[in-house]
């Protein structure tokens, strides 16, 4: 199947600092791109939905300000935590949309400690 | 009520077993249904891909779903160690590629 990067895989930071999230497609182009958050023991929730050239849609109760997201290649979104507090902690996800066959891939996720 | 429910477990079970995993959903707009597997501290991967009801058999997996009930269930059988994961349910509706997923269900498969 396709494959789906991120970096890094870990990060840990210190509280008020920003951090950027790197994700790529490997062998096929994504114009759209997804950021999930999950915590530990609970199913993925979509932060926002990534178009390349354009701006992103976010969920609700997901703030925009604080988690910027720019697509600005066909092959690569980023997802960078603004000012990021200890409950940011958590597992980032991408994932990316082959259109030629309609299927999501999946990142191997970012976990975040904020401390 | 969740749009996809699904028992967190832990299901434990030993190697060669047949193991039963089941999700229920609410929102009857949907019509694709799938199973993840994730790794610890890995992104999910997709195992199996079904359209409405029905069965959809991929070596020692096979995936069900009966949509009279809103019943979503993946078998796997001869059951092995590295099957020993999270295994998530997802569904979508028509048009859309934003998968609803269920919270997954831990699976040990001891030897």
């Known amino acids: 199947g396709a494959v789906v990067s991120q970096h890094p895989s870990w990060v840990i930071c210190k509280s008020g600092t920003s951090v950027k999230i790197e994700c790529r497609s490997l062998d096929f182009q994504a114009t759209t791109m997804f950021w999930y958050r999950q915590f530990p023991k609970q199913s993925l929730m979509l932060m926002a939905t990534?178009?390349?050239?354009?701006?992103?849609?976010?969920e609700q109760g997901v703030e925009k300000d604080k988690f910027l997201i720019n697509h600005a290649s066909l092959t690569l979104s980023t997802l960078t935590v603004t000012s990021a507090h200890p409950e940011d902690s958590s597992f980032y996800i991408c994932?990316?949309?082959?259109?030629?066959?309609?299927?999501?891939?999946f990142g191997p996720g970012t976990r975040l400690t904020v401390l | 009520q969740k749009e996809v429910e699904q028992d967190p477990g832990p299901l434990s079970v030993p190697e060669g077993a047949i193991v039963s995993l089941n999700c229920t959903y609410s929102?009857?707009?949907?019509?694709?249904f799938m199973w993840y597997r994730q790794y610890s501290r890995k992104g999910p991967e997709l195992l199996m891909y079904?359209?409405?009801?029905g069965n959809k058999e991929d070596g020692r997996f096979t995936a069900q779903v009966d949509k009279s009930s809103k019943y979503i269930s993946l078998f796997i059988r001869d059951s092995q160690p590295s099957d020993s994961a999270t295994y998530l349910c997802?569904?979508?509706?028509?048009?859309?590629?934003?998968?609803?997923f269920g919270r997954g269900t831990s699976l040990i498969v001891h030897p």
């Open positions: 997802a569904s979508t509706s028509g048009g859309s590629y934003i998968p609803t």
């Open positions: 994932s990316a949309l082959d259109r030629s066959t309609d299927t999501q891939y």
């Open positions: 079904t359209y409405s009801s």
């Open positions: 929102n009857s707009a949907f019509q694709y």
């Open positions: 990534s178009n390349e050239g354009s701006k992103a849609t976010y």
